[in-house]
């Protein structure tokens, strides 16, 4: 745990606003190089837990291309959370 600390903005956030900058549509691989600008010890194994957290309720859909490149893109309903929790700031 040395030089560990806890990122100031949560992973499931991170990966909201990456999506809406890159118009709600991104490649696993962007995204991961996205995210590690913000967070130094993401894996892989992190990352696909985090987005299942987020494709459980119906914030996201993943859908694989081929083995190895999945396409993450914003549902309807993520849009419209994103959007109703950005007014109240």
């Not at 990456?18 to 590690?36: H, I, T, Y």
């Not at 914003?74 to 007014?87: C, D, I, V, W, Y």
Request: no cysteine.
């Amino acid at each position: 745990m040395k030089g560990k600390l806890w990122s100031p903005t949560p992973l499931k956030n991170l990966i909201l606003y990456a999506l809406v900058r890159n118009k709600g549509v991104v490649l696993d691989s962007e995204l991961m190089r996205l995210l590690q600008k913000d967070v130094s010890d993401l894996s892989e194994a992190k990352l696909s837990q985090t987005l299942m957290q987020l494709e459980v309720p119906g914030i996201i859909h993943v859908a694989r291309i081929t083995k190895n490149k999945r396409r993450i893109e914003l549902t309807k309903n993520g849009q419209e959370l994103f959007a109703n929790n950005r007014s109240k700031y």
